[in-house]
């Protein structure tokens, strides 16, 4: 059974930075695709960033530029740079797992398609202010 942890949120003013972690134990090393998600109060859970199996990344519009993903396979952990944080990034942040599909030969991520991941952080809350 895989276990995803985040850490890492906190409050911060806008225009300052935060970087989430989540660390993945059991047996992660399967479960290549990873990803971030957030949920604002009274808004829908919208994916933030995601990395395939093969360390290719994927972006909403709204953090490009800002947010950088990436991944410790070593460690099993994921991690989140916010940079530039607005107010409209705060909400619950979620990190994600599932194993990729495999489609013909090649491995394939579900990107930001939320409901494809299998295993789920508690979250973590990151508040910016301004």
């Known amino acids: 059974q895989v276990q995803l942890a985040e850490s890492g949120g906190g409050s911060v003013q806008a225009g300052g930075s935060l970087r989430l972690s989540c660390v993945a134990s059991g047996y992660a090393y399967t479960h290549n695709c990873m990803g971030w998600s957030r949920q604002a109060q009274g808004k829908e859970r919208e994916g933030v960033a995601s990395i395939d199996s093969d360390g290719s990344t994927s972006y909403a519009d709204s953090v490009k530029g800002r947010f950088t993903i990436s991944r410790d396979n070593a460690k099993n952990t994921l991690f989140l740079q916010m940079n530039s944080l607005k107010p409209e990034d705060t909400g619950v942040y979620y990190c994600?797992?599932?194993?990729?599909?495999?489609?013909?030969?090649?491995?394939?991520?579900?990107?930001?398609?939320?409901?494809?991941?299998?295993?789920w952080g508690q979250g973590t809350q990151v508040t910016v202010s301004s």
């Open positions: 994600a797992a599932v194993r990729p599909m495999v489609v013909g030969g090649d491995w394939r991520c579900p990107r930001m398609a939320l409901d494809q991941y299998t295993h």
